[in-house]
């Protein structure tokens, strides 16, 4: 079934250690994104790339950083964890960044401890 | 940051009821206003979507009402059901200042319980 992967599906991880959530999609869009989803503050963009090899900052980059080596893969970075960084992530893509709807992942739900 | 202002926040209806949800938005370079719905413990899915040249669009039960002049749109359910039950968001698009990044920028969404 085409879609979007993310992996892990829930994470525990002590503040101050690195993690990468990854995100893979099989249906050859150009755009992907990350977003992050908080109670009462909805989603918020973290990072977007319009197509493979470029990246840009969304709303609340502060903290994460990603890479766009190919088209399926789209893996966000957290360096250093803190607890605000407590949230449920969804990454989604589109086949164009101006055009059409987005499909999302199922999401990775992050406790920092 | 671009403004999206979306209410109401929670909206409870008897079934066969109307909810209307509504969005207010900044930007006005772009032609693609989306809704989208999200049930617990998955991502949002795309519900409908309306392009400026038009005023109305309707599919099945859920229709879009666009004003672009007041750069707001809305979102009714039609004899909704306790099956609507879910969080609605909003997403306008979002355009970077620094470059030509573009993606939509969600509101912060509409709790919908529909009561049998």
């Known amino acids: 079934i085409a879609g979007i992967t993310q992996a892990p599906t829930s994470q525990i991880l002590a503040a101050g250690r690195r993690m990468t959530l990854r995100c893979t999609q099989d249906?050859?869009?150009?755009?992907m994104y990350w977003y992050r989803q908080d109670l009462g503050l909805g989603l918020r963009l973290i990072h977007y790339s319009n197509t493979a090899g470029t990246t840009g900052k969304g709303e609340v980059p502060d903290g994460y950083s990603v890479s766009r080596a190919n088209t399926d893969d789209f893996p966000l970075t957290l360096a250093s964890a803190v607890p605000s960084q407590t949230s449920v992530y969804f990454c989604?893509?589109?086949?164009?960044?101006?055009?059409?709807?987005?499909?999302f992942g199922s999401g990775t739900r992050l406790t920092v401890v | 940051q671009q403004q999206v202002k979306q209410s109401p926040q929670s909206l409870i209806v008897q079934k066969g009821g109307i909810p209307i949800i509504n969005c207010a938005y900044e930007n006005t370079a772009f032609d693609y206003f989306p809704w989208y719905q999200q049930f617990p413990g998955k991502g949002p899915a795309l519900l409908i979507a309306?392009?400026?040249?038009?005023s109305e669009k309707k599919e099945g039960r859920f229709t879009i009402s666009f004003n672009k002049s007041a750069k707001q749109f809305s979102l009714h359910i039609m004899d909704s059901q306790p099956g609507d039950s879910a969080t609605y968001f909003c997403?306008?698009?979002?355009?970077?200042?620094?470059?030509?990044?573009?993606?939509?920028?969600f509101g912060k969404g509409t709790s919908l319980l529909v009561t049998p």
């Open positions: 309306i392009r400026p040249d038009v």
């Open positions: 249906m050859r869009h150009n755009a």
């Open positions: 989604a893509s589109s086949a164009s960044p101006g055009q059409g709807g987005y499909t």
């Open positions: 997403a306008p698009p979002w355009v970077s200042n620094s470059n030509s990044g573009y993606a939509l920028n």
